[in-house]
């Protein structure tokens, strides 16, 4: 029962991380609509628009790791402290122990997998990608 509570968890968050994904960009790109009354896009709006966008993601992302702080503080998981692989000496080998991912990590991972797969049948299929057909 733990494990099938824990792939639930996993899924509902991967879907909650892609629907805030698509979710923002589409709410703001409301909110310019209703502030121009002109069909042309100025660059004023564009400039509003991408800052709009990058706040909004940057305040989930903070939220979400505050949350993940959280829960590994919640379930005493360790920090994860490991050296990159060019910053270990020669003849280091990895001793170290992998600290676990909390499923937020495991779910933000697999929405961007997703979202990567969608963007390439997107490009590649239905918006006519410049490069050649076989």
């Known amino acids: 029962m733990p494990k099938l509570r824990s792939l639930l968890s996993i899924v509902f ?3 909650g991380i892609i629907a805030t994904c698509l979710a923002v960009p589409v709410f703001w790109l409301w909110v ?25 993601w940057g305040l989930l992302t903070w939220g979400l790791l ?3 702080e959280w829960e590994r503080r919640r379930r005493r998981m360790s920090i994860p402290y490991q050296r990159y692989a060019w910053l270990r000496p020669r003849g280091l080998t990895n001793t170290e122990e992998r600290a676990p991912v909390t499923y937020i990590e495991t779910a933000a991972i697999c929405a961007a997998f997703l979202l990567m797969i969608v963007l390439l049948i997107w490009f590649f299929v239905f918006a006519g990608s410049p490069l050649p057909k076989f």
């Open 66 to 68: 505050l949350l993940n």
């Open 32 to 56: 310019v609509s209703q502030l121009t009354t002109k069909p042309s896009l100025s660059s004023a709006i564009a400039a509003i628009f991408i800052v709009a966008v990058l706040a909004t």
């Open 13 to 15: 968050l991967t879907i």
